[in-house]
């Protein structure tokens, strides 16, 4: 199994981390910093999440951003007019204090907007050098489709772990087409025993063996979950060196 994947021009580990709960703290700022120092390539954020802390500790940790990691953040999650994203785009920038924004999704399709508008919204951003890559989050494979014929897709990011499959297609499409699929909420999913059982035969965590049949079930699955725990953070990323039996991992397909 290999443990990198090449994101936004970058080679990264394939465990990143996800800020949600991340807040524009010392320690939380401290944690970013710690987390890139000890292999995180790819810190994920977004526009909404705690009310722009989130950013601002990202942009606070980062000066500049390493070249070994990937910053990404999201705009457009309660509306994704081309105005909304523009102003979206603008306070990120600010927020995270870079001139450009490394991977940039629309965090979702908006329903009363058209998405090749909203992404075209983003592609002037492209087109100026404030925006490097684009990426999407919670679509289908139409629309990955309809987008590519907008602005080429970097990344998608949707909702899948081991008890959330609706986007099984998703994930082999991404696989075909060399994209990387980062799965968000990755360790809410439910292994029942059989996870139990493969973490004590791998002396290993029940998260760690959740990320290895992730990181198992496509080459191209980047999972970034959510912790503000450096000892988490690390247990995170020893699931690199997890390999599941083929066995294994349908026990838990």
């Known amino acids: 199994m290999t443990q990198w994947l090449l994101l936004a021009g970058k080679e990264v580990a394939r465990i990143g981390l996800g800020t949600n709960r991340l807040r524009n703290t010392p320690e939380h700022i401290a944690l970013v910093r710690e987390a890139v ?16 802390e989130s950013e601002e500790a990202v942009g606070a940790a980062f000066s500049p951003i390493p070249d070994s990691c990937v910053l990404a953040t999201k705009g ?28 940039y999704y629309l965090h979702r399709v908006d329903p009363e907007a058209p998405l090749e508008e909203s992404l075209n919204a983003i592609r ?14 919670q679509v289908g494979i139409e629309e990955i489709e309809r987008a ?3 602005v080429p897709v970097a990344a998608v990011q949707n909702h899948y772990n081991l008890s959330e499959r609706s986007f099984e297609d ?16 990755p360790l809410h999913g439910e292994g029942g025993s059989a996870l139990a059982e493969i973490a004590e035969q791998h002396d290993a965590t029940t998260v760690q063996i959740t990320l290895a049949w992730l990181l198992k079930r496509s080459a191209t699955m980047l999972p970034i979950p959510g912790t503000l725990s450096l000892e988490h953070l690390r247990e995170n990323l020893e699931a690199l060196e997890i390999d599941l039996t083929d066995a294994e991992f349908q026990a838990l397909a």
């Open 37 to 52: 120092a000890a292999g995180i390539g790819v810190v994920d954020t977004a526009h909404v999440y705690t009310g722009g």
């Open 76 to 103: 457009g999650r309660h509306g994704a007019a081309p105005d909304v994203l523009r102003a979206q785009i603008e306070e990120s920038l600010r927020r995270m204090q870079v001139t450009s924004i490394e991977l």
């Open 124 to 137: 002037e951003y492209c087109d100026s050098g404030k925006i490097r890559h684009v990426g999407l989050s």
């Open 148 to 150: 590519r014929r907008v």
């Open 170 to 185: 998703v994930v082999d499409y991404c696989a075909a087409e060399g994209i990387p699929f980062l799965p968000y909420f």
